[in-house]
């Protein structure tokens, strides 16, 4: 087995090798990092390297120097994958970019050239020590951040849906109005109506899935043995999808997908804040990897036995006031800007009209003098056999007089 903490970072933060190998990071550059990992791992030097390394040497680019030792006819296929990715960075950007510029937003063109900070662009052939650092640190700092991310979008959601609801209430009638308001409140009612949810990670929630899901008596709880049941993939870890199962039955009983009052953005968002509680209780050296030795540990705390409800996403307030003020303000300085630019771009088409109709009319001008002259040419009477062409009127002058012809005497004749 490879070196736990070593595996933390690749099955924490890669999700790429052995059994986790095909779990989803999340990142954009997903598929990249898992097939340059997945090649690495067939290199039996740079896996013995892995094997023996800890996270510092990750990390700190000490792995990424093992590179210059791997076979040739992987350092090829890493090229391979690199030229690819560059290919579709390129594409995805270009899309962006002209997806934004259409709509009339300002193109944040940092933004954009982030998304290569995981490899070395300024080389976009071959893939170097360099690449292979970057992907690490990248992937390192890309996931460690992951889960504020989501947070920060979530946040964006619930004031993005407040705000909409309040815009339908301003366009009803009164009596509308009230009624979509009492409609409103009896269903934040019934969605704050249920049974007690339980600490995630305590003694209490535990016992409920050994009894419910496993089938097993309460009073023959055993940590360990749970440990195994919920170890489903059998690396004697429980990595961050193991722990998230656990929070199923959990959020069973608040959240329902055949309820009007139950929001299943809300659900994933309470399963992720309970999976970090979790992790932050039981996950002592931070790999993003539960351990049987921190397990057991975590059994042993005060913490474990836990009996207060857990406190989920309706009982706190997720926004302010201001927040919700701030983005509305922000809706409306990005309408003004998409206003301001379409009628900059109706000027443009009315001058580019009229500049048309300009140089229409100027062609037809040409084509109509064109064929008055023609007209004018066919129309003329041919002059007399020995007498000079009639004048034609404008401008259209007469082929010069063809020249006289004179008798030149010839020597020895009369």
Not at 238 to 251: H, I, K, P
Request: proline share 5%.
């Amino acid at each position: 087995a490879i070196h736990s903490v070593a595996r933390g970072l690749f099955c924490g933060f890669f999700m790429s090798f052995s059994v986790c190998f095909f779990q989803d990071t999340g990142l954009h550059y997903d598929r990249y990092l898992r097939e340059v990992v997945e090649y690495l791992e067939k290199d039996p030097h740079f896996k013995e390297k892995l094997k023996n390394a800890d996270m510092d040497d990750i990390k700190g680019g000490k792995l990424a120097g093992e590179l210059d030792f791997v076979q040739h006819n992987l350092r090829t296929k890493l090229d391979e994958l690199k030229r690819d990715e560059m290919n579709r960075l390129r594409m995805l950007i270009k899309a962006k970019h002209d997806i934004k510029d259409g709509n009339g937003h300002m193109v944040d063109h940092q933004a954009l050239l982030k998304q290569f900070q995981h490899l070395n662009h300024g080389n976009p052939d071959t893939f170097e020590v360099e690449d292979l650092d970057r992907l690490i640190k990248s992937a390192t700092h890309d996931l460690e951040n992951y889960d504020k991310d989501h947070h920060d979008n979530f946040k964006k959601y619930e004031v993005r849906k407040e705000h909409e609801r309040r815009e339908r209430l301003k366009s009803m009638s009164e009596a509308d109005r009230i009624r979509e308001e009492q409609h409103y409140e009896e269903m934040r009612k019934k969605h704050a109506d249920h049974p007690k949810v339980n600490h995630p990670g305590s003694e209490d929630q535990l016992k409920e899935v050994w009894h419910e899901k496993d089938g097993m008596d309460p009073a023959d709880f055993n940590p360990k043995t749970f440990f195994k049941l919920h170890d489903t993939n059998g690396d004697e870890f429980l990595d961050e999808n193991e722990l998230e199962a656990l929070f199923t039955s959990e959020l069973e009983k608040v959240y329902n997908p055949g309820n009007e009052e139950d929001d299943m953005m809300e659900m994933e968002e309470e399963r992720l804040r309970m999976r970090e509680h979790v992790m932050n209780e039981v996950d002592t050296n931070k790999d993003r990897l539960v351990s049987m030795s921190e397990f057991m540990a975590a059994t042993q705390k005060e913490e474990f036995h836990e009996k207060s409800e857990w406190e989920t996403l309706e009982q706190k307030p997720l926004y302010t006031e201001e927040e919700l003020r701030q983005f509305e303000e922000h809706l409306a300085n990005e309408a003004n800007q998409i206003n301001s630019k379409s009628v900059e771009l109706e000027k443009q088409r009315q001058e580019l009209e009229r500049r048309q109709e300009e140089l229409n009319a100027k062609k037809l001008g040409q084509k109509n003098c064109s064929v008055c002259v023609i007209f004018t040419l066919q129309s003329v009477p041919a002059a007399p056999e020995g007498q000079q062409a009639p004048a034609v009127p404008g401008n259209i002058h007469p082929p010069p007089p063809a020249p006289q012809q004179h008798d030149v005497p010839v020597p020895g004749h009369s």
